[in-house]
């Protein structure tokens, strides 16, 4: 029996399912989970000293390439003055003007731990501050597992192909709203229903959660526009695309300017930082100074804010970004030519250090077109690589994510697995 699966049966006995969140648990694509035990740069090495070429990443922090020197440093440098103080600290100043500096939408940030404290708290903040109830999110794109969010969600959620979550009262969910994404009619029409009552959209300006789809053109600008015309708050969750689609994330991409901004993964660098920040006037509702509560016993915890912040200098080094587009570029197109070549229906997208796999015809625009993408050849796929020492992520439904460390003899490993593999397919 391997390491792997030992390790794995044990884990059932405390753990639910094995693992602390789902989607780690190989349930959509069969077979025993890698318990990895190390990582440096692209590479991560399972139980068995396997090595995997990692196209995760742990979901989009690692874009510097796992336990980078000067990061891993910094937290062994700050630890040793103490590992969390509930107290506030310079720290947290210098990440929050960091997150500012580069995110002109953002005047002013709280700092919570994970993605999920972010997008709850951003929404409690929307309706506390325009005193509405009812919200918009779009199928298929995931905020985390706060309540009011655990409808039609993506991620783990879509890949269990169980559109809500058991646990959740009726009444939790009949604020929200969902639609569906890339589809700006029905937002309007949403609006003219039920406008006065809604509090915010809440959307992936680039969805990352139902493998990685983007906006059509004038969709963002649409719901822009749809918000400030009924006085509701457009927030961007950029916890997956902040500092990872590009150095000002899908806002500085794009040009449109949310209300409030959910950050999380690439701003911890490793470490669990989350954020929501956004307008100064909104901001300022947040208890202590305004009437909506949110607090976090390890909010701004100094040694993951060390890691944090040095992780965003790194980032600023002149022409990471290009460079990691770059990569993701020749990833991208070589697997679709490789794909093309052997004769099977795959196509590719990418942006910044995130990309999409889609074994259909077309790159998808909408949850229900990525959901005729052929998840068993899929599976194949992932498991044939994985068999030749790379790893992507064990689901359809998820973005693919590359790090300055993916050099081009990484690729090239990666391609020449990928034209074996294709022949099996
Ligand atoms: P966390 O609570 O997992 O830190 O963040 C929730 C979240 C919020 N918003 C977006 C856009 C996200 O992508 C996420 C979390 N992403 C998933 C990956 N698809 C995390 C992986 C997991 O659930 O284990």
Redesign the pocket.
């Given at each position: 029996m391997s390491r792997n699966t030992q390790l794995f049966e044990r884990a059932c006995q405390t753990i639910p399912g094995g693992v602390n969140?789902?989607?780690?648990a190989f349930r959509s694509v069969g077979g025993t989970p890698r318990f990895i035990k190390r990582a440096q740069g692209p590479y991560i090495w399972d139980a068995e000293d396997t090595q995997y070429i990692d196209y995760v990443g742990s979901?989009?922090p690692a874009i510097l390439g796992h336990a980078h020197p000067e990061v891993v440093r910094v937290v062994q440098e700050t630890a040793v003055h103490g590992l969390s103080f509930g107290a506030p600290t310079e720290g947290e100043i210098e990440i929050a003007e960091a997150i500012a500096a580069r995110l002109p939408s953002i005047k002013k940030v709280r700092l919570v731990s994970?993605?999920?404290?972010?997008?709850m708290s951003a929404i409690r903040l929307a309706r506390g501050f325009t005193g509405r109830s009812k919200i918009i999110k779009f199928e298929g794109?995931?905020?985390?597992?706060a309540d009011s969010l655990l409808v039609k969600a993506?991620?783990?959620m879509l890949t269990f192909g169980n559109p809500t979550s058991a646990g959740v009262p009726p009444e939790f969910i009949k604020h929200t709203l969902v639609l569906d994404y890339n589809k700006l009619d029905a937002v309007e029409a949403a609006f003219k229903e039920h406008g006065q009552d809604i509090a915010c959209i809440i959307v992936?300006p680039i969805a990352?959660?139902m493998n990685l789809i983007k906006p059509v053109p004038g969709f963002l600008e649409g719901l822009r526009a749809l918000c400030t015309q009924y006085g509701a708050l457009l927030i961007f969750?950029?916890?997956?695309?902040g500092f990872r689609a590009g150095p000002q994330g899908v806002q500085g991409l794009t040009g449109v300017t949310p209300d409030l901004t959910?950050l999380?993964?690439v701003i911890g660098g490793g470490m669990p930082v989350?954020a929501f920040g956004g307008r100064a006037d909104i901001m300022d509702h947040i208890a202590p100074l305004g009437d909506v509560y949110q607090a976090g016993t390890l909010s701004g915890n100094p040694v993951a804010v060390a890691a944090g912040l040095v992780t965003l200098k790194l980032l600023a080094e002149p022409g990471f970004y290009e460079q990691l587009s770059e990569q993701n570029r020749k990833l991208t197109e070589g697997l679709a030519q490789r794909a093309t070549a052997a004769g099977i229906e795959m196509c590719t997208d990418y942006v910044g250090g995130m990309f999409g796999l889609y074994f259909c015809g077309s790159v998808p625009t909408s949850f229900d077109e990525v959901s005729t993408c052929n998840t068993e050849r899929f599976k194949k796929f992932f498991h044939g690589m994985l068999n030749r020492g790379v790893y992507f992520a064990p689901s359809a439904f998820?973005?693919g994510f590359i790090s300055g460390t993916h050099d081009d003899a990484v690729i090239q490993a990666t391609l020449d697995a990928a034209e074996e593999v294709f022949a099996t397919l």
């Open positions: 969140s789902p989607v780690r979901w989009g994970s993605g999920t404290e972010s997008t794109c995931y905020h985390g597992h993506g991620s783990g992936e990352g959660n969750d950029e916890v997956m695309t959910t999380a993964k989350g998820e973005a």
